[in-house]
């Protein structure tokens, strides 16, 4: 529908103030989109064949398109990829070429399905820091659907959550993690050969009343600190005063964990934020 390919069935949609059903070619004069799992390059041509008739297409002045291409290459490393043909590059070359393909006319809003998909962490780093760069420099915005929440740490300043058709949460990403993630995770890392009395986190918890604590293989001791409750240093404390631990960590609470939280109707007030 954002892209005017279907029509809604009900309510008003506009995109930078058109109907992008009713003014389609308009629209995408102005927007880009990516599917994680689909090909924008022509099968059998070289990258560099693709991008010049998408040049011509979206009227790209030489000079303006050079450019461009000199950008992705920084962030993407592309310019060793223009004379290979499409269906000789792997899923992450593949992705980072639709990328720079679809950049190319500078779209004001893209839009971005999936796009880490099948990625190894080197090229998810390298889509990631160029999405960063052309919000923050270009002034693009960004919508992106994901289920790599990774994308969603890394990238989006505001999240909204969607469960059955219906949106449960829609709200700045700190906020969220304010509100229904709270606080920081501590792990304490104790030798490969060691044990952890199963009775410390009920101690843990006892003892710092709103922490909770659990044990994981390793051996490891995780704590979840809520700001409200106590501090990570009152819990580092404890710990160290009854164990020995050889390493800890302090870090935000995953929002893969916020998010189930979300899902599993653990809201502040139960009702949907708009």
């Known amino acids: 529908m954002l892209l005017g390919v279907l029509h809604p069935s009900g309510g008003d949609l506009r995109i930078l103030g058109r109907d992008p059903f009713r003014e389609r070619l308009a629209n995408n004069q102005e927007v880009g989109v990516v599917w994680g799992n689909r090909n924008y390059l022509w099968w059998d041509v070289p990258v560099r064949d693709t991008m010049e008739r998408y040049r011509r297409v979206y009227r790209v002045s030489r000079s303006d398109y050079e450019q461009r291409l000199n950008l992705c290459d920084q962030f993407l490393g592309t310019s060793s990829l223009l004379h290979i043909h499409a269906r000789q590059l792997s899923l ?5 070429c639709n990328l ?3 950049v ?4 004001r809003i893209l839009y971005l399905d999936e796009p880490t998909i099948g990625l190894d962490v080197v090229v998810k780093h390298q889509v990631r820091r160029f999405l960063r760069h052309i919000n923050r420099e270009w002034g693009t915005t960004i919508i992106l659907t994901t289920h790599d929440l990774g994308d969603i740490e890394d990238l989006c300043p505001r999240i909204v959550v969607i469960d059955k058709g219906r949106k449960i949460l829609d709200d700045r ?3 969220v993690r304010e509100r229904h993630g709270g606080g920081v995770r501590v792990t304490f890392q104790f030798p490969p050969d060691g ?3 199963p009775q410390i986190p009920g101690l843990l918890q006892a003892a710092l009343p709103g922490v909770a604590a659990r044990i994981e293989p390793g051996p490891r001791l ?14 580092i404390r404890w ?3 009854c164990l020995e631990p ?4 302090v870090d935000e609470n995953p929002i893969e964990e916020v998010v189930q939280r979300i899902y599993r109707g653990e809201m502040e007030d139960g009702h949907e934020r708009v």
């Open 92 to 96: 992450g070359q593949r992705m980072r």
């Open 222 to 235: 995780i704590a979840t600190v809520p700001r409200a409750a106590a501090t990570p240093i009152a819990v």
């Open 195 to 197: 044990t952890i009395d």
């Open 173 to 175: 990403l700190e906020a």
């Open 104 to 107: 190319l006319h500078r779209p």
């Open 239 to 241: 710990v160290v005063g």
């Open 100 to 102: 720079a393909n679809v």
């Open 246 to 249: 050889i390493n800890l960590q």
